[in-house]
Nanobody, 123 residues
């Protein structure tokens, strides 16, 4: 069982930056690939990015590639989503998720989810 808690969301102007954190419970954090997803009002949950179990590999949606960076600190049981050059279309609730195998872009392949943190980008 893994519990995930996101933090770091807020209101930012377009062009600004935010860093989201996702803290995981449990000793087996390093055995999970981690993903970030987001969901805007009236839209389906969409893939943002993912990081492998040991942090050696990452994958990003085209919409955020070059602007967002995922990292993980195993000793802290935490992953981060650094978001730069934010756009109003990045406004959404952001979720982190854990998957007990390789990275995936599919939300239904993740086993554990956090409660989400709101990110609002004003124009």
């Amino acid at each position: 069982q893994v519990q995930l808690v996101e933090s770091g969301g807020g209101l930012v102007q377009a062009g600004g930056s935010l860093r989201l954190s996702c803290a995981a419970s449990g000793r087996t954090f390093s055995t999970y690939a981690m993903g970030w997803f987001r969901q805007a009002p009236g839209k389906e949950r969409e893939f943002v990015g993912a990081i492998s179990r040991r942090g050696h590999s990452t994958d990003y949606a085209d919409s955020v590639k070059g602007r967002f960076t995922i990292s993980r600190v195993t000793a802290q049981n935490t992953i981060y989503l650094q978001m730069n050059s934010l756009k109003p279309e990045d406004t959404a609730v952001y979720y982190c998720a854990a998957r007990g195998w390789s990275m995936s872009r599919r939300a239904d392949e993740y086993d554990y989810w956090g409660q989400g943190t709101q990110v609002t980008v004003s124009s």
